[in-house]
């Protein structure tokens, strides 16, 4: 603390004690800031926290189902041993930084509004917690206690939602039986009331969502994840359109003779546009319904990697549009990109191998 008090005061004054106390209280009575637009769709990941609190209260020998029946004060401390626990597990880099973003952009707020006060408010904490690097510096803000409990609260209802979709029997291990369920699930009136009595968890979800979608793209462009969605001959027929970008005749050269980086914006923009108009042309309504059929075939059988089942699941709602092949091109490029990549490395391998075999005879 004393860090922090030297920039507010002068300690040579002689009350450095009552500046302290006055900086302690400042820090710990902050939960109402959590009601300031800057912090609406600040969450630790919600089911994360519902699924940890248990974990620490099994660690630390407190049943959390059994709280309500200890007097007031031996459950308030119970409560917030088990917050504190779940916050030293999941206070990530990223929440740090999207709390002290909040409170910067609630300063300068404050400061346009007049409102002094508020602002030397919001800066103190962000001084603190800037400061302050251990977990136990960031536990004792208000703020930060009510971020995690507001996150814990919005979990457990989105877990007591979940299970008007998933099967007694379901566990956390069977992706597949779950997605099938997930694919036909529609939204709930008590999801609704959900989203509507949290301000922020619809905008946080969005977010998760985004993130998900992206990471997503990344993982089929790069081939970490492939669904293997196109044809050889689809595939041949892209690959010819981007050799013929990079100015080679697709039977001399693979498409990647050449790295993206060696070509021109306005290659890369034509290479992209033939590929759209190719995509535009192939994916009429019988062969987008063999993709989300192939889709579909992937969640049955269980082949989606549990890492990626988000990403499945929110592709099969987005290509479920009946202008997917419109608003989904992105995708459709990536995933064409991606496929046509695996196979001239595929294609590669093969040759290295073929002649290996030659070179030994």
């Not at 609190?53 to 308030?76: F, K, N, S």
């Not at 509004?113 to 302050?132: C, D, P, V, W, Y």
């Not at 196109?230 to 595939?235: P, Q, R, T, V």
């Not at 890369?268 to 192939?282: F, N, P, V």
Request: charged share 30%.
């Amino acid at each position: 603390m004393l860090p922090l008090v030297s920039q507010v005061d002068d300690p040579s004054a002689g009350h450095e004690s009552g500046v302290e106390e006055m900086v302690f209280r400042m820090l710990v009575v902050s939960a109402d800031l959590l009601e300031e637009p800057e912090f609406e769709g600040v969450f630790v990941s919600p089911m994360e926290c519902a699924l940890t609190l248990p974990e620490v209260g099994e660690e630390l020998g407190i049943d959390p189902a059994a709280m309500m029946a200890l007097p007031t004060e031996e459950r308030e401390e119970a409560h917030l041993s088990l917050l504190e626990g779940t916050m030293q597990r999941l206070l990530s880099d990223e929440l740090k930084e999207d709390i002290l973003n909040g409170l910067n952009d609630l300063r300068l707020r404050m400061k346009h509004a007049g409102k002094a006060q508020e602002a030397a408010r919001a800066a103190t904490l962000h001084s603190f917690l800037s400061l302050g690097a251990g977990s136990e510096s960031w536990f004792m803000v208000g703020l930060v206690r009510a971020i995690f409990q507001r996150s814990l609260e919005a979990g457990f209802n989105l877990l007591e939602v979940s299970t008007e979709v998933m099967e007694p029997e379901e566990t956390a291990g069977r992706v597949s039986s779950l997605l099938r369920r997930l694919r036909r699930a529609r939204p709930s009136k008590k999801a609704d009331r959900l989203l509507e009595k949290i301000p922020g968890l619809t905008g946080y979800l969005q977010k998760q969502a985004d993130s998900v979608w992206d990471e997503g793209l990344q993982a089929i462009y790069s081939g970490e994840l492939y669904l293997e969605l196109f044809s050889a001959e689809e595939l041949q027929a892209g690959s010819e359109i981007v050799s013929a970008g990079f100015g080679y005749a697709a039977e001399h050269a693979p498409p990647e003779a050449r790295r993206a980086a060696d070509l021109t914006p306005k290659d890369r923009k034509r290479i992209l546009q033939d590929l759209d108009s190719y995509l535009t042309g192939l994916f009429g309504p019988r062969r987008l319904d063999r993709l989300r059929a192939r889709l579909d075939a992937l969640i049955d059988e269980g082949a989606v990697p549990r890492r990626w089942a988000a990403f499945v699941l929110l592709l099969t709602q987005r290509m479920g549009d009946e202008e997917a092949v419109r608003y989904e091109k992105r995708f459709l490029v990536q995933a064409l990109l991606g496929e046509i990549r695996a196979m001239v490395k595929a294609e590669g391998a093969t040759r290295a191998s073929d002649s290996a075999v030659e070179s030994s005879h």
